[in-house]
């Protein structure tokens, strides 16, 4: 029922063409339905070729973007909110152009450790610029679905609750919310709660990520209580395995989320395994 994916990271540090042709083909290979594109940079993604390299595999393409300080929309500079406005239009192109109906990420806020919480101004130009992009990816079939992420990585939502919140602060628009084992091991109570609480209609993407990013089930994360609870939702959108390692390197990225460590070395054993993980946790 659900399409399941992986993050391109999982095999390629870059999105050069010849890495993601490579990378789609293991993903293929291995049976995967999706596989998630990181928007590295943007401006060297040549969509011509990637929309037809996708095609080629089979496989549905869906785009992820992480904002920086430079192109931070929560913040009270206007310079670097006019950035962000910038980069994010320039992604949804992208998001088109590549054929993917789904843009997700952290795309409300620099994806970043900050020294102070929110502020009201910040918060508004951050509403202010995803109201605009909703409106420009809705007349493009484009769903736009916000990563609730760790305290670490934003300071705009921690929680599906306040997900919700600045859902309902946008007012009436397609986004919708995304979520990540991950993120919710640090700041949720539970996995039902957060599910139950966005539910199906404003669920946009789901990630599965160990509590350490590395193989699924070799961790702590409650997987089953994961998918028991996306069963009872009618989750119907699509899953898509995130796992980090030195092993793949992207220079601003890994360092973005810290990842240190070598958690494995064989992409394709891990992805492999991945995928038959989550099949048998959504049949069981
Ligand atoms: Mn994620």
Redesign the pocket.
Known sequence: MNKIGVHALTFIGDIENSSIEKCLSKVAKIGYDVMELPLLNPDALDTNFVSKAYEKFDLEPTVSLGLSYKTDIASEDKERVKAGRELLFKALDKTIDVGSTNLCGVIHSALQKNQSPKTAVGYENSLNVIRDLAEKANKNNVTLSL?VVNRYETNIMNTAQEAMDYINDIGDSNVKVHL?T?HMNIEENNYSEPIKKIGKDKLGMF?F?ENHRGYLGSGHINFEETFNSLRKINYSGIITF?SFSSEVVDPVLSNTLAVWRNLWSNSEDLATEALKFIRNGLQS
């Open positions: 990563e990540d991950y990630h990520g995130e």
